[in-house]
T-cell receptor, first 111, second 116 residues
Framework: GEDVEQSLFLSVREGDSSVINCTYTDSSSTYLYWYKQEPGAGLQLLTYIFSNMDMKQDQRLTVLLNKKDKHLSLRIADTQTGDSAIYFCAESGNRDDKIIFGKGTRLHILP | DTGVSQDPRHKITKRGQNVTFRCDPISEHNRLYWYRQTLGQGPEFLTYFQNEAQLEKSRLLSDRFSAERPKGSFSTLEIQRTEQGDSAMYLC??????????????FGEGSWLTVV
């Protein structure tokens, strides 16, 4: 079945770049997402990429997709304390728009 | 456009009681989704609607759970005879899909359920 895997924790010094990695199993995935969740809050869509793209950049965020390896990454440049949150990788196909989420990566910012 | 709205935001209930959550999607959005998120986990799909039709239900949605979207606008998720394992955040999301074109899925802030 569909599965999305990501590491659970990442610690980064303020000002450095954060790279959060994700792998997925469904080769028919057409949309891949990164969501951010702050404590006690809902999900904020950060960015998404179509499966026919390799890269997408949006201000401090860069998404890289390796479709052959089914590997997705999110790079946050110049990480700030406000970036501290849980980041969810997710995918959906063109079949039903149902989004499958990973367990989330908790990003901790070191001073 | 006020985004996806969920009510109540927090609910504490005794085991065995029934609870109902409401979701108001973004206006004009014809697709509506329910997810459940427990501590330390990612959101898990429960069910979704296209207009008023419920198109898919997850195996997570036991017979104590029922979701409706009677007029194709707001939706309710009812949990009967709540159990402690039902404690979670219930997330609603909405999107548009017409023909082959779909737009981004937007999530609400979630409804926290604590069963004591």
């Amino acid at each position: 079945g569909e599965d999305v895997e990501q590491s659970l924790f990442l610690s980064v010094r303020e000002g450095d770049s954060s790279v959060i990695n994700c792998t997925y199993t469904d080769s028919s995935s057409t949309y891949l997402y990164w969501y951010k969740q702050e404590p006690g809050a809902g999900l904020q869509l950060l960015t998404y990429i179509f499966s026919n793209m390799d890269m997408k950049q949006d201000q401090r965020l860069t998404v890289l997709l390796n479709k052959k390896d089914k590997h997705l990454s999110l790079r946050i440049a110049d990480t700030q304390t406000g970036d501290s949150a849980i980041y969810f990788c997710a995918e959906s196909g063109n079949r039903d728009d149902k989004i499958i989420f990973g367990k989330g990566t908790r990003l901790h910012i070191l001073p | 456009d006020t985004g996806v709205s969920q009510d109540p935001r927090h609910k504490i209930t005794k085991r065995g009681q029934n609870v109902t959550f409401r979701c108001d999607p973004i206006s004009e959005h014809n697709r509506l989704y329910w997810y459940r998120q427990t501590l330390g986990q990612g959101p898990e799909f429960l069910t979704y609607f296209q207009n008023e039709a419920q198109l898919e239900k997850s195996r997570l949605l036991s017979d104590r759970f029922s979701a409706e979207r009677p007029k194709g606008s707001f939706s309710t998720l009812e949990i009967q005879r709540t159990e402690q394992g039902d404690s979670a955040m219930y997330l609603c999301a909405s999107s548009t899909r017409f023909g082959g074109i779909r737009n981004t899925i937007y999530f609400g802030e979630g409804s926290w359920l604590t069963v004591v």
